[in-house]
Antibody, heavy 122, light 110 residues
């Protein structure tokens, strides 16, 4: 189970911060990465980035300069920070578990949070 | 930047068969891209349908199937039902740790 949490309203130019709490399993699993995906109103899904339990990250090149994804294994959580937000960052943000490891040939999102709407507005 | 292409919209009659595709702006899709498919219904979390080209996720009915057709990944729905009306997205693994969503296909069942 994954559950997103964080402010639903962020001002332009500020930093958007969300947390995903993982339950029913350990975030330390070597079988998975942990990712963030977003969907602006009326538009498609966009992969933002993934993190591994050891802190290794992969980011969407188009967002790389503004995105930081981190992991807190003691809390079984991972987090998203997006800096310098604009109205274009208004989206439903999903966290997801990514089946992807050096021990298995493949890559896909196998479990999703319900999503949380973040609106960027003054 | 890699662009993943999908048909913007498609329609199918109830009971009919439809094939949605997932391609690359440059090049062909192969199993090495580990194509996966997701159903996105408003108000719900995305649902994982297919991964690794043709493996159905747990609980997904066998009327959903995945394949490679020519130069594209494909999702085929056989015996379409009213509740299959939704948006469908593919994902391709394009580089180490990097994935890209297609633009999505809005499927209408009528």
């Amino acid at each position: 189970q994954l559950q997103e949490s964080g402010p639903g309203l962020v001002k332009p130019s500020e930093t958007l911060s969300l947390t995903c709490s993982v339950s029913g399993g350990s975030i330390r699993s070597s079988d998975f990465h942990w990712g963030w995906i977003r969907q602006p109103p009326g538009k498609g899904l966009e992969w933002m980035g993934n993190v591994y339990y050891n802190g290794n990250t992969y980011y969407n090149p188009s967002l790389k300069s503004r995105v930081t994804i981190s992991v807190d294994t003691s809390k079984n959580q991972f987090s998203l920070k997006l800096t310098s937000v604009t109205a274009a960052d208004t989206s439903v943000y999903f966290c997801a578990r990514v089946k992807y490891s050096s021990y298995w040939s493949g890559y896909y999102f196998d479990s999703w949070g319900q999503g949380t709407l973040v609106t960027v507005s003054s | 930047q890699t662009v993943v292409t999908q048909e913007p919209s498609f329609s199918v009659s109830p009971g009919g068969t439809v094939t949605l595709t997932c391609g690359l702006s440059s090049g062909s899709v192969s199993t090495s891209y580990y194509p996966s498919w997701y159903q996105r219904t408003p108000g719900q979390a995305p649902r994982t349908l297919i991964y690794s080209t043709n493996v159905r996720s747990s609980g997904v009915p066998d009327r959903f199937s995945g394949s490679i057709l020519g130069s594209k990944a494909a999702l085929t729905i056989t015996g379409a039902q009213a509740d299959d009306e939704s948006d469908y997205y593919c994902v391709l693994y394009v580089d180490i740790g990097i994935s890209v969503f297609g633009g999505g296909t809005k499927l209408t069942v009528l």
